[in-house]
């Protein structure tokens, strides 16, 4: 068996670098955020839609992967995420300037990149999912903790390179970043791609839209997305308009230290996840971080409004993929289309619950404290929604 499998470690090393692709899609720019206030004026009302056309665009590509990834092939679309990630990152380091208003150029650069990381966001966990490997639930723990691992490089080199060459050579450095996904089409071009569930059709929309689990499914997905995004993604500039701290030492204790406790947080469940009952361990993490939205934003004091930011990254680790462990199992003909219907759910909460956070910040004259606890509302609901669960019945394999 080990040998029959030692041809899918490519396979299994390209996916990884697809996940830490997705990570610089994802964290870059907000590390941006009070650079592009302050050099292009644009305003955060502006700024939080930054994210918000990131997840929509990332969720437009998982309903297209609904019907289009069977027939195109797993391979060239692959392929072309990596593509798009790299030229979205290489266009935000030079269409800004090429627009009267700098704006329109960063919205685009976003909608070409986030093409490339909605399409391995569908297509990475299915690919690995199709491997012969032993102990699949740990491979794919591992495979989504490289998102987090991703995230904590992304911040701690790009700090470092900020530090060093300063915050003005970010153009620099985004065509640095996007070498990782150029050099990852050579692996996706090469390593053995299996078909999904064996080349069985799964179920389509129609018959996934009459379950009742799904709608749930959907519900979850949603809060889950907007519980890890609407923090992680402003934690930046929390940690330096609101906590008072230095663009460096802000990115570090405050996204970085949120990645790492979400990466600890994945790694820890699934190291110890069948001693563990996963719904119990949802409605923990979900009340922890209700918990840490509300440190967050009532705190008086720098230091617990920093331990909460930094505790939200630990509970919010299990929201994602332990959505898809519960439900998976409970529709297991769901196929691609349950993955990508998954998958956009989460980018609608992740457009959704930023855009929130920032509008709501902007409304209270530009307090990220008011729309930090606005963003609250999303764990309350998703401790609902897990909750009824239990009382829904499972589809038939």
């Given at each position: 068996?080990?040998?029959?499998?030692?041809?899918?470690?490519?396979?299994?090393?390209?996916?990884?670098?697809?996940?830490?692709?997705?990570?610089?899609?994802?964290?870059?720019?907000?590390?941006?955020?009070?650079?592009?206030?302050?050099?292009?004026?644009?305003?955060?009302?502006?700024?939080?839609?930054?994210?918000?056309?990131?997840?929509?665009?990332?969720?437009?590509?998982?309903?297209?992967?609904?019907?289009?990834?069977?027939?195109?092939?797993?391979?060239?679309?692959?392929?072309?995420?990596?593509?798009?990630?790299?030229?979205?990152?290489?266009?935000?380091?030079?269409?800004?300037?090429?627009?009267?208003?700098?704006?329109?150029?960063?919205?685009?650069?976003?909608?070409?990149?986030?093409?490339?990381?909605?399409?391995?966001?569908?297509?990475?966990?299915?690919?690995?999912?199709?491997?012969?490997?032993?102990?699949?639930?740990?491979?794919?723990?591992?495979?989504?903790?490289?998102?987090?691992?991703?995230?904590?490089?992304?911040?701690?080199?790009?700090?470092?390179?900020?530090?060093?060459?300063?915050?003005?050579?970010?153009?620099?450095?985004?065509?640095?970043?996007?070498?990782?996904?150029?050099?990852?089409?050579?692996?996706?071009?090469?390593?053995?791609?299996?078909?999904?569930?064996?080349?069985?059709?799964?179920?389509?929309?129609?018959?996934?839209?009459?379950?009742?689990?799904?709608?749930?499914?959907?519900?979850?997905?949603?809060?889950?997305?907007?519980?890890?995004?609407?923090?992680?993604?402003?934690?930046?500039?929390?940690?330096?308009?609101?906590?008072?701290?230095?663009?460096?030492?802000?990115?570090?204790?405050?996204?970085?230290?949120?990645?790492?406790?979400?990466?600890?947080?994945?790694?820890?469940?699934?190291?110890?996840?069948?001693?563990?009952?996963?719904?119990?361990?949802?409605?923990?993490?979900?009340?922890?971080?209700?918990?840490?939205?509300?440190?967050?934003?009532?705190?008086?004091?720098?230091?617990?409004?920093?331990?909460?930011?930094?505790?939200?990254?630990?509970?919010?680790?299990?929201?994602?993929?332990?959505t898809i462990s519960i439900c998976s199992p409970r529709?297991?003909?769901?196929?691609?289309?349950?993955?990508?219907?998954?998958?956009?759910?989460?980018?609608?909460?992740?457009?959704?619950?930023?855009?929130?956070?920032?509008?709501?910040?902007?409304?209270?004259?530009?307090?990220?404290?008011?729309?930090?606890?606005?963003?609250?509302?999303?764990?309350?609901?998703?401790?609902?929604?897990?909750?009824?669960?239990?009382?829904?019945?499972?589809?038939?394999?």
């Amino acid at each position: 068996m080990a040998q029959n499998t030692k041809k899918y470690n490519k396979t299994l090393i390209a996916c990884y670098l697809g996940f830490i692709t997705q990570a610089i899609a994802a964290n870059f720019a907000p590390l941006l955020f009070l650079t592009f206030n302050k050099n292009y004026e644009v305003s955060l009302g502006k700024i939080a839609l930054i994210p918000a056309v990131f997840f929509i665009t990332q969720l437009i590509i998982d309903i297209i992967c609904v019907r289009a990834v069977d027939k195109i092939g797993y391979r060239k679309c692959i392929v072309t995420s990596c593509l798009c990630s790299a030229a979205g990152l290489i266009l935000l380091a030079f269409l800004p300037d090429l627009f009267s208003e700098p704006f329109v150029g960063i919205i685009i650069s976003v909608v070409v990149y986030a093409i490339g990381s909605g399409l391995v966001e569908v297509l990475g966990s299915p690919i690995v999912e199709a491997c012969p490997f032993e102990h699949k639930e740990a491979v794919m723990s591992l495979l989504h903790s490289f998102y987090c691992w991703g995230s904590v490089g992304v911040i701690v080199i790009s700090t470092l390179f900020f530090k060093f060459f300063g915050t003005d050579n970010w153009k620099i450095l985004a065509c640095i970043w996007a070498v990782v996904p150029l050099f990852n089409i050579y692996n996706f071009a090469t390593c053995p791609i299996e078909q999904p569930n064996n080349g069985e059709k799964g179920m389509g929309l129609s018959a996934l839209f009459k379950l009742p689990l799904f709608w749930l499914a959907i519900i979850l997905m949603i809060c889950a997305g907007a519980s890890e995004l609407s923090m992680a993604q402003w934690a930046s500039a929390f940690a330096e308009s609101a906590l008072g701290f230095s663009k460096n030492i802000g990115d570090l204790t405050g996204p970085c230290m949120f990645a790492v406790t979400m990466g600890l947080s994945r790694a820890f469940f699934g190291k110890f996840g069948p001693k563990i009952s996963l719904m119990r361990f949802m409605i923990f993490s979900s009340l922890l971080c209700v918990a840490s939205y509300l440190l967050v934003s009532l705190s008086a004091h720098p230091i617990p409004g920093l331990f909460g930011c930094i505790i939200c990254g630990f509970s919010v680790g299990i929201m994602w993929p332990g959505t898809i462990s519960i439900c998976s199992p409970r529709i297991p003909r769901g196929g691609t289309a349950l993955f990508a219907m998954l998958a956009m759910s989460g980018d609608f909460g992740g457009a959704a619950g930023p855009a929130l956070v920032g509008n709501i910040s902007q409304i209270f004259e530009n307090n990220l404290k008011a729309g930090l606890l606005a963003g609250s509302i999303f764990p309350v609901i998703l401790i609902v929604i897990i909750l009824l669960i239990p009382f829904t019945t499972k589809e038939k394999g």
